[in-house]
C-alpha cells in the first residue's frame, strides 16, 4: 500500500471501511456516515478521497451498469484474493459478495458446458511440462462472447494453458461492466514485464476508421511493437490482422465498393507454408468485411 498523504477526511473514510471488510460501499453512504458522526463531507470530496485509495491499491472499486453508484471494498494487506462471484439484488441494487468452496466446480461446469476442456489441478501438476502462456488482447466490445469463442479452441489442445485478458486502458469498453473487466482482465501495465508464448488480438468493430483516428490505437501499436521481444507467435485476427498488416508492413486497408460476405473458395497458393499445414489445395472460408488490402 502506498503511504500516500492523509488528510483527516481520509482518515476518516479508512476508518470507516477497514471497519466493515468484505463489505461493498457507496460515496453516498460514507457521506451518510460521516454526516451521522458529525464531521460531514462534501461528496465531491469523498470521490476523490476513494478515488486515490484505489490507484494506491488501498479499495477495489466496482462499477455493475451505467445507472448503479460505484461501491468500493477496502483490500486488506494481508488478503488471498479467492475466487468469487457477485450477486447483485434486482430490488436494492446492492452487492453481494459471494465465496464458496464450490465456485471453481461451478466456474469448471460453465466452461464444459460451453464445450472448453478444463483440466483439474491434480492432473495438472503430474503433467511434466510447462503450460503455454498467452495472452488475449481482446477488442470486442462483448467480451465474454469472444472470450469463450477462443477458450473453446484453445481448450481442444492436450497442453495446459494459462490465459491472461487485457483490454486497453486508453479506451474503456460501454458494453462490458466495469466490474467484470477489474475482475477478469488487466492492462498492459499489468503485463508488460512478462513474457508469452503466444498473443492474440482480436478484430474491432472500427473497419471504416483509418487506423489513426481509433482511440486506443496508439495503445495497439504500443503492444505490437512489445510483442516483437516478449511474445514468441502472435495471431491477428480480422481488423486485429489489418492493423498488424499497417503497423508491421506499413500495408494499409481500403473501403471496398459493396461489402464482402459469403462463403468464397481458396487456393493454396505457396506450398509448405506453416500458417497453412494441414490445409486442402482447396477450401473454403467464410468472408464479411467492407475493407480489403491490395496486393
Known amino acids: 500500500m502506498k503511504q500516500g498523504y492523509k488528510t483527516r477526511q481520509k482518515e476518516q473514510i479508512i476508518a470507516y471501511l477497514t471497519a466493515h471488510p468484505g463489505q461493498h460501499v457507496t460515496a453516498q453512504e460514507l457521506s451518510r456516515?460521516?454526516?451521522?458522526?458529525?464531521?460531514?463531507?462534501?461528496?465531491?470530496?469523498?470521490?476523490?478521497?476513494?478515488?486515490?485509495?484505489?490507484?494506491?491499491?488501498?479499495?477495489?472499486?466496482?462499477?455493475?451498469?451505467?445507472?448503479?453508484?460505484?461501491?468500493?471494498e477496502y483490500i486488506s494487506e494481508s488478503e488471498e484474493c479467492r475466487s468469487h462471484f457477485h450477486l447483485k439484488c434486482m430490488k436494492c441494487d446492492k452487492l453481494i459478495h459471494l465465496t464458496c468452496e464450490h465456485l471453481d466446480g461451478l466456474a469448471a461446469h460453465i466452461l464444459e458446458h460451453e464445450n472448453i476442456f478444463v483440466m483439474d489441478a491434480d492432473r495438472a501438476y503430474s503433467?511434466?511440462?510447462?503450460?503455454?502462456?498467452?495472452?488475449?488482447?481482446?477488442?470486442?466490445?462483448?467480451?465474454?462472447?469472444?472470450?469463450?469463442?477462443?477458450?473453446?479452441?484453445?481448450?481442444?489442445?492436450?497442453?495446459?494453458?494459462?490465459?491472461?485478458?487485457?483490454?486497453?486502458?486508453?479506451?474503456?469498453p460501454t458494453h462490458t461492466?466495469?466490474?467484470?473487466?477489474?475482475?477478469?482482465?488487466?492492462t498492459f501495465e499489468n503485463v508488460r514485464d512478462k513474457k508469452y508464448d503466444g498473443l492474440i488480438i482480436t478484430g474491432a468493430p472500427v473497419e471504416f476508421m483509418d487506423f489513426e483516428e481509433?482511440?486506443?490505437?496508439?495503445?495497439?501499436?504500443?503492444?505490437?511493437?512489445?510483442?516483437?521481444?516478449?511474445?514468441?507467435?502472435?495471431?491477428?485476427?480480422?481488423?486485429?490482422?489489418?492493423?498488424?498488416?499497417?503497423?508491421?508492413?506499413?500495408?494499409?486497408?481500403?473501403?471496398?465498393?459493396?461489402?464482402?460476405?459469403?462463403?468464397?473458395?481458396?487456393?493454396?497458393?505457396?506450398?509448405h507454408e506453416k500458417l497453412l499445414r494441414g490445409f486442402d489445395d482447396v477450401f473454403y472460408v467464410p468472408h464479411s468485411r467492407n475493407t480489403d488490402e491490395l496486393r
Open 33 to 72: 456516515h460521516l454526516e451521522a458522526e458529525g464531521t460531514p463531507v462534501g461528496t465531491a470530496t469523498i470521490y476523490r478521497c476513494l478515488d486515490q485509495l484505489t490507484t494506491d491499491g488501498v479499495l477495489r472499486k466496482y462499477t455493475i451498469d451505467s445507472r448503479t453508484c460505484a461501491c468500493y
Open 127 to 172: 503433467q511434466d511440462i510447462r503450460p503455454l502462456r498467452i495472452l488475449i488482447l481482446n477488442l470486442m466490445p462483448i467480451k465474454h462472447v469472444t472470450e469463450t469463442q477462443l477458450l473453446r479452441l484453445l481448450g481442444n489442445t492436450p497442453i495446459q494453458v494459462e490465459v491472461d485478458f487485457i483490454y486497453t486502458k486508453s479506451y474503456v
Open 214 to 271: 481509433v482511440a486506443y490505437w496508439q495503445e495497439v501499436a504500443e503492444i505490437m511493437e512489445w510483442s516483437k521481444t516478449h511474445v514468441y507467435s502472435t495471431f491477428h485476427i480480422c481488423w486485429g490482422a489489418q492493423a498488424g498488416l499497417y503497423y508491421h508492413y506499413g500495408i494499409p486497408k481500403y473501403i471496398l465498393n459493396e461489402k464482402i460476405s459469403g462463403v468464397y473458395k481458396h487456393h493454396v497458393c505457396v506450398q
Open 177 to 186: 461492466p466495469q466490474d467484470y473487466l477489474t475482475e477478469f482482465y488487466g
